[in-house]
T-cell receptor, first 110, second 113 residues
Framework: QKEVEQDPGPLSVPEGAIVSLNCTYSNSAFQYFMWYRQYSRKGPELLMYTYSSGNKEDGRFTAQVDKSSKYISLFIRDSQPSDSATYLCAMSSPGDKIIFGKGTRLHILP | DGGITQSPKYLFRKEGQNVTLSCEQNLNHDAMYWYRQDPGQGLRLIYYSQIVNDFQKGDIAEGYSVSREKKESFPLTVTSAQKNPTAFYLC????????????FGPGTRLTVL
């Protein structure tokens, strides 16, 4: 079993819909969780960072961590065509390197 | 503006040639990283450095070399020993070493002909 699993998509949703992106992981030592957004042929940019279970909100984005289920989610409300990108989850344990998911391609249809 | 710069954006080389990719940051970050990204493969760590004059191999270091003579700079050399060098290369930095949050540069697309 891979350490981090992420559905590659593509995921296509209409503009204005709520998007749910997810990752599962196997290492119970992971304590730090991140979501990055990557536009085509660009470097990833950090969207959200959390180190605890529960929800963290930033504008239209909400990151959710469920450590008991080893499951993290990123929700995007009122999705826009500009949200079309690849979304990478990432996580790590104290003192260890960051492990990235392979990314989910998201298309927001106007 | 603070950030990470990578140059060039696109690079073409003939097979058998060594090539060096540039990465500079003015964020005053201690740690710097090099990743390779291939379609469907995600990000794979090549090398990282937590302080000047020190660096560690990542998961796929074979065929690559790095140096860290200055805090701001972490160049990556893709040698002729790297069997499949064509890829998108990403440099990142963080305030301190893992697992600190990493910030990425714009990337360099290397194509070996």
């Amino acid at each position: 079993q891979k350490e981090v699993e992420q559905d590659p998509g593509p995921l296509s949703v209409p503009e204005g819909a709520i998007v749910s992106l997810n990752c599962t992981y196997s290492n119970s030592a992971f304590q730090y969780f991140m979501w990055y957004r990557q536009y085509s042929r660009k470097g990833p940019e950090l969207l959200m960072y959390t180190y605890s279970s529960g929800n963290k909100e930033d504008g239209r984005f909400t990151a959710q961590v469920d450590k008991s289920s080893k499951y993290i989610s990123l929700f995007i409300r009122d999705s826009q065509p500009s949200d079309s990108a690849t979304y990478l989850c990432a996580m790590s344990s104290p003192g260890d390197k960051i492990i990235f998911g392979k990314g989910t391609r998201l298309h927001i249809l106007p | 503006d603070g950030g990470i710069t990578q140059s060039p954006k696109y690079l073409f080389r003939k097979e058998g040639q060594n090539v060096t990719l540039s990465c500079e940051q003015n964020l005053n970050h201690d740690a710097m990283y090099w990743y390779r990204q291939d379609p469907g493969q995600g990000l794979r760590l090549i090398y990282y450095s937590q302080i000047v004059n020190d660096f560690q191999k990542g998961d796929i270091a074979e065929g690559y070399s790095v140096s860290r003579e200055k805090k701001e700079s972490f160049p990556l050399t893709v040698t002729s020993a790297q069997k499949n060098p064509t890829a998108f290369y990403l440099c990142a930095s963080s305030i301190s070493g893992p697992p600190d949050t990493q910030y990425f540069g714009p990337g360099t697309r290397l194509t070996v002909l």
